[in-house]
C-alpha cells in the first residue's frame, strides 16, 4: 500500500505541477523590506491544487517599479531581475508539458516522476520567490542620547578646539545589493521581513558612526551651526563609515541625512566668541576700533561719575597711560601693516618697427593700412669723430658737420675700380693711367 501511495501521490503531484504559474507583487509598503511572492491564482483557474514552493518552467514573474525579484532554488539565489517587466523562468528542474519542446517536457516530466517516487510522492524540492523594496526607505529618526565632540576649525584666526554637540534629525537608506541582504539578514522568510527588525540595530551602529563622520566634516572647516547645510557631505562620510557593516555586510547605503540645528552647550560657544574676539584684536586696526567703542563707553561712564566728572575723566586718563598704547597708534600700525599700492602699469612700449604714416596711422607692415602710403625708408647715419651716430647734418653731441662724402674713382681708360674708391692708388694697376680728378664718377 505505501508503494502504491506514493507512487499515486507522485504522478498526481506532477501532473497538477504541470501549470505555468504567475507570480505578482502588489506595491510594498515602507515598512516593509522583503516580501515572499506568491502565485496568483484566479475564481476560474484550474491551477488550484499545485505544491507550494514550486516553480514549473515558463511561469512569469512580474516585476514592478521599485522592485527587485530573486529566485531561491534549494535555499540559494539562482537568479535576480531588476528591470521592471515579465521575467519568464526557463529551467529544466520542473519541466512543463505547456512549455518548451513537447517531447522533452514530457521525458523529463517522467525523470521527475521517478525523482518524486523515491520522496514517498513528496516534491524533494523547494523554489521560491522574493520580492525586494528597492525604493529609498525614509523617515528614520535618530538623536545624540550624549553630547558627540566635533573639532572646531577656523584657520585664518587659528581657532582649533573640541566642543561637544548634541543633534537630532532623520535620514533614509535603501537595499542597493539584495543578494546580500537575503544572504546575511533575512534569510528564507516565511512570509515578510519588515523594518522594524533590523531598524534598533541600523540606529545604534548610525549615532556610532557620527562621530568619526563629524570628524571628516571638521576638516573642511564648517562650524557646527553650518552642518546642516552640508548634508550631501555628511552622507558621503557616514556611507564611507558604514562602508563595512551596511554596504559590504548587508547591502544597504545611506541616501540621504536631514538634520535639525546643532546645539551647544553655553560655555562651548562663549569659549568659541572669545576665541574669536581674541582673533579678531590681533589687528591692529580692529583693536583700534575696539578701543574707540570702549573709551566711548569709559567717557560716559566718567561722566556720571558720582564723584564728578573730572575724577573720572582723570582715572580714564591714569588707565590709559597704564596700557601702554593708544588708538592713534594701533592705527599708524595697521597703516604700515598695509600692502604698498601696486605701481600704474607702464605704457607698452611701441613695436620696433612700428611707423607712422603722413595720414596719421601707425602701422608695423611696408605700407600704410588705410592710404596705401610706402614706408618712408630711413634717413642714413653717419658716426661723428666723436662717436655719437646721427641721422641729420651736424652732430647731436659736438655739433660738427656731417663730413662730406669722398668721392669715389674709377680708371676712365680701363673701368678698374680699387679696392677702396675712396684712396685710390696713383697709377691704375691695370693699364698704368694715373688716377686724377677726370677719374672720379
Same mark, same amino acid.
Given at each position: 500500500?505505501?508503494?502504491?501511495?506514493?507512487?499515486?501521490?507522485?504522478?498526481?503531484?506532477?501532473?497538477?505541477?504541470?501549470?505555468?504559474?504567475?507570480?505578482?507583487?502588489?506595491?510594498?509598503?515602507?515598512?516593509?523590506?522583503?516580501?515572499?511572492?506568491?502565485?496568483?491564482?484566479?475564481?476560474?483557474?484550474?491551477?488550484?491544487?499545485?505544491?507550494?514552493?514550486?516553480?514549473?518552467?515558463?511561469?512569469?514573474?512580474?516585476?514592478?517599479?521599485?522592485?527587485?525579484?530573486?529566485?531561491?532554488?534549494?535555499?540559494?539565489?539562482?537568479?535576480?531581475?531588476?528591470?521592471?517587466?515579465?521575467?519568464?523562468?526557463?529551467?529544466?528542474?520542473?519541466?512543463?508539458?505547456?512549455?518548451?519542446?513537447?517531447?522533452?517536457?514530457?521525458?523529463?516530466?517522467?525523470?521527475?516522476?521517478?525523482?518524486?517516487?523515491?520522496?514517498?510522492?513528496?516534491?524533494?524540492?523547494?523554489?521560491?520567490?522574493?520580492?525586494?523594496?528597492?525604493?529609498?526607505?525614509?523617515?528614520?529618526?535618530?538623536?545624540?542620547?550624549?553630547?558627540?565632540?566635533?573639532?572646531?576649525?577656523?584657520?585664518?584666526?587659528?581657532?582649533?578646539?573640541?566642543?561637544?554637540?548634541?543633534?537630532?534629525?532623520?535620514?533614509?537608506?535603501?537595499?542597493?545589493?539584495?543578494?546580500?541582504?537575503?544572504?546575511?539578514?533575512?534569510?528564507?522568510?516565511?512570509?515578510?521581513?519588515?523594518?522594524?527588525?533590523?531598524?534598533?540595530?541600523?540606529?545604534?551602529?548610525?549615532?556610532?558612526?557620527?562621530?568619526?563622520?563629524?570628524?571628516?566634516?571638521?576638516?573642511?572647516?564648517?562650524?557646527?551651526?553650518?552642518?546642516?547645510?552640508?548634508?550631501?557631505?555628511?552622507?558621503?562620510?557616514?556611507?564611507?563609515?558604514?562602508?563595512?557593516?551596511?554596504?559590504?555586510?548587508?547591502?544597504?547605503?545611506?541616501?540621504?541625512?536631514?538634520?535639525?540645528?546643532?546645539?551647544?552647550?553655553?560655555?562651548?560657544?562663549?569659549?568659541?566668541?572669545?576665541?574669536?574676539?581674541?582673533?579678531?584684536?590681533?589687528?591692529?586696526?580692529?583693536?583700534?576700533?575696539?578701543?574707540?567703542?570702549?573709551?566711548?563707553?569709559?567717557?560716559?561712564?566718567?561722566?556720571?561719575?558720582?564723584?564728578?566728572?573730572?575724577?573720572?575723566?582723570?582715572?580714564?586718563?591714569?588707565?590709559?597711560?597704564?596700557?601702554?598704547?593708544?588708538?592713534?597708534?594701533?592705527?599708524?600700525?595697521?597703516?604700515?601693516?598695509?600692502?604698498?599700492?601696486?605701481?600704474?602699469?607702464?605704457?607698452?612700449?611701441?613695436?620696433?618697427?612700428?611707423? #607712422?604714416?603722413?595720414?596719421?596711422?601707425? %602701422? *608695423? =607692415?611696408? @605700407? $600704410?593700412? &588705410?592710404? !596705401?602710403?610706402? +614706408?618712408?625708408? /630711413?634717413?642714413?647715419?653717419? #658716426?661723428?669723430?666723436?662717436?655719437?651716430? %646721427? *641721422? =641729420?647734418? @651736424? $652732430?647731436? &653731441?659736438? !655739433?660738427?658737420? +656731417?663730413?662730406? /662724402?669722398?668721392?669715389?674713382?674709377?680708371?676712365?681708360?680701363?673701368?678698374?675700380?680699387?679696392?677702396?674708391?675712396?684712396?685710390?692708388?696713383?697709377?691704375?694697376?691695370?693699364?698704368?693711367?694715373?688716377?686724377?680728378?677726370?677719374?672720379?664718377?
Amino acid at each position: 500500500m505505501g508503494l502504491l501511495k506514493a507512487g499515486i501521490g507522485a504522478l498526481s503531484g506532477v501532473l497538477a505541477d504541470q501549470w505555468r504559474e504567475f507570480f505578482y507583487c502588489e506595491a510594498i509598503d515602507k515598512d516593509t523590506i522583503v516580501v515572499k511572492g506568491e502565485k496568483r491564482i484566479g475564481g476560474r483557474s484550474s491551477n488550484t491544487k499545485g505544491s507550494d514552493n514550486i516553480i514549473s518552467n515558463g511561469s512569469i514573474i512580474a516585476v514592478a517599479d521599485g522592485q527587485c525579484m530573486i529566485i531561491v532554488e534549494q535555499g540559494k539565489v539562482v537568479d535576480l531581475c531588476a528591470e521592471p517587466g515579465e521575467f519568464v523562468y526557463d529551467t529544466s528542474s520542473e519541466p512543463s508539458i505547456f512549455y518548451g519542446n513537447l517531447g522533452a517536457s514530457i521525458k523529463e516530466t517522467f525523470k521527475v516522476l521517478g525523482r518524486r517516487f523515491t520522496f514517498g510522492g513528496d516534491t524533494g524540492r523547494d523554489q521560491r520567490v522574493y520580492y525586494f523594496n528597492t525604493k529609498e526607505l525614509i523617515d528614520n529618526k535618530f538623536g545624540t542620547p550624549t553630547p558627540i565632540p566635533f573639532r572646531v576649525v577656523d584657520r585664518n584666526i587659528g581657532l582649533d578646539i573640541d566642543v561637544s554637540v548634541r543633534c537630532s534629525g532623520v535620514y533614509s537608506y535603501k537595499v542597493a545589493d539584495p543578494i546580500l541582504f537575503y544572504t546575511n539578514v533575512c534569510g528564507n522568510v516565511s512570509r515578510s521581513y519588515s523594518r522594524s527588525e533590523i531598524e534598533p540595530q541600523l540606529k545604534t551602529e548610525f549615532i556610532s558612526a557620527l562621530q568619526p563622520a563629524f570628524a571628516r566634516i571638521s576638516e573642511l572647516e564648517v562650524r557646527p551651526s553650518q552642518i546642516p547645510a552640508h548634508a550631501k557631505e555628511l552622507s558621503d562620510a557616514m556611507n564611507a563609515e558604514l562602508t563595512e557593516k551596511w554596504s559590504e555586510l548587508r547591502g544597504l547605503e545611506i541616501v540621504s541625512v536631514a538634520m535639525n540645528p546643532i546645539t551647544l552647550p553655553e560655555e562651548d560657544q562663549e569659549m568659541i566668541k572669545k576665541a574669536q574676539l581674541a582673533a579678531i584684536n590681533r589687528d591692529p586696526s580692529m583693536a583700534g576700533a575696539t578701543m574707540v567703542g570702549a573709551t566711548a563707553a569709559a567717557m560716559q561712564s566718567a561722566a556720571a561719575n558720582e564723584n564728578g566728572a573730572m575724577m573720572g575723566f582723570m582715572g580714564m586718563g591714569m588707565a590709559t597711560q597704564a596700557g601702554g598704547i593708544n588708538t592713534q597708534g594701533l592705527y599708524n600700525m595697521a597703516a604700515q601693516q598695509q600692502p604698498a599700492a601696486p605701481a600704474a602699469p607702464a605704457p607698452a612700449a611701441p613695436a620696433a618697427d612700428e611707423w #607712422t604714416c603722413v595720414c596719421g596711422t601707425k %602701422n *608695423t =607692415g611696408k @605700407f $600704410c593700412k &588705410e592710404c !596705401g602710403q610706402p +614706408k618712408p625708408a /630711413a634717413p642714413a647715419s653717419w #658716426t661723428c669723430s666723436c662717436g655719437a651716430v %646721427n *641721422t =641729420g647734418r @651736424f $652732430c647731436t &653731441e659736438c !655739433g660738427r658737420p +656731417k663730413p662730406a /662724402a669722398k668721392p669715389k674713382y674709377r680708371c676712365k681708360k680701363c673701368g678698374f675700380v680699387p679696392e677702396d674708391p675712396t684712396n685710390p692708388p696713383k697709377f691704375c694697376p691695370e693699364c698704368g693711367d694715373p688716377f686724377d680728378e677726370n677719374d672720379i664718377e
